[in-house]
């Protein structure tokens, strides 16, 4: 039997559970991913569209649509949080990797859109860790 993989939003509004079949797994570094995840990229894993369960907390997600490019995003209305969403064409459920809480069989595949890679990212990655905060 397939591992069934739950996921949240942060403040758990949200709650949904997918079946661990995913069929791609990309970290996208366009900017318009760095602008929506104030981060480095985006991780999101592809499965079917019809591969979720909403738990509770689906009439809280909403969904931004880019007016040009190939480009959405669903996200919590309290906290922000990235979440699950069926993209434009329809073919595919986009998981972003962040909200799950257990950990799918798929690991990143490919680095895409990297021609507009965050010029912080490989210092970053090159920078001392901690556990918590710096002292
Ligand atoms: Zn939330
Ligand atoms: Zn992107």
Redesign the pocket.
Known sequence: MEKILMGE??????KFSVKDSFRAFYQCHCKQCQQLTGSAFASNILTDPDNIEWITGQR?TTNYVHPSRDFSKSF?T??G?AVPFINKSKTSLIVPAGSLNTLPDIQPQANIFTSEKACWLKPGLRAPDFTGFPE
């Open positions: 939003c942060l403040c758990g509004s949200i809280k919590c309290t906290c949080s």
